[in-house]
């Protein structure tokens, strides 16, 4: 379970974060030979409720905040008590931002692993532009990474990758699934992914679940993979 007490922040979001009961698990998202891995997502867990209740439940109390609080402090807790010590992305919402005295704390904790830490912008609820800039400045001082999760659904399009100029863009499952089979879906990859490449932004493909998914997605020059077929969060 993820504790939050020790952090020094204010009584009003530690009271929030109290009320919490919630872990993290990590994914790994592979290189091409599907044994090295380039960096480990970070996944919530909450105890009473599944994911996407718990983000309903907190956007309909106006309360993402607290989330996107729990979200970076919690993952990195995780990450820390695994021992891991490669990239770890944390996802993001892109209608929240740090305070300013909670992005100090942050970095007094955390700001040892500058260069490993991946700030991945989730494709719900809407963007605020002051979010935008507030990471996009955040990533250019202490040497964070940006990523576009879930591109090509919701509101993760080329106006988002044109927005925050990412180094990572991530692509939706929908646009993975049978991909083998299904030229349209081939064509749209193999299109965007030379344009990022052109742009200098390196391209995950998430949700693999077969390996001619896999096999494909390589031909296609995507540049690291994640999803069941090659593990599972745990």
């Not at 990533?139 to 990758?161: C, Q, S, T």
């Not at 990022?196 to 997605?217: N, P, T, W």
């Amino acid at each position: 379970m993820i504790f939050y007490d020790h952090l020094p922040l204010k009584e009003d979001i530690l009271a929030a974060l109290r009320e919490l009961s919630i872990n993290y698990v990590f994914q790994p998202i592979f290189y091409a030979d599907k044994k090295k891995i380039f960096a480990y997502e970070a996944l919530m867990r909450p105890v009473e409720m599944n994911v996407t209740e718990l983000i309903a439940k907190y956007e309909a109390e106006n309360k993402l905040h607290v989330l996107e609080v729990a979200t970076f402090f919690g993952a990195m807790q995780a990450y820390q008590m695994r021992g891991y010590t490669g990239r770890v992305s944390i996802n993001s919402f892109p209608s929240e931002f740090f305070t300013e005295e909670e992005g100090k704390c942050f970095i007094d904790f955390y700001g040892d692993i500058q260069g490993l830490t991946i700030i991945e912008i989730l494709e719900y609820p809407y963007t605020v532009m002051k979010a935008l800039h507030e990471k996009k400045g955040a990533a250019e001082r202490h040497d964070l990474k940006i990523a576009i999760d879930d591109f090509g659904a919701g509101i993760n399009n080329m106006e988002m990758v044109d927005l925050y100029s990412p180094h990572i863009v991530k692509l939706d499952r929908e646009l993975i699934s049978f991909i083998d089979r299904e030229k349209f879906k081939q064509e749209f990859v193999k299109q965007h992914v030379e344009e990022f490449h052109r742009r200098k932004i390196q391209v995950v493909a998430e949700g693999i679940e077969r390996e001619e998914e896999f096999d494909h997605l390589r031909e296609l020059g995507v540049d690291y993979f994640q999803g069941y077929y090659l593990a599972r969060p745990n």
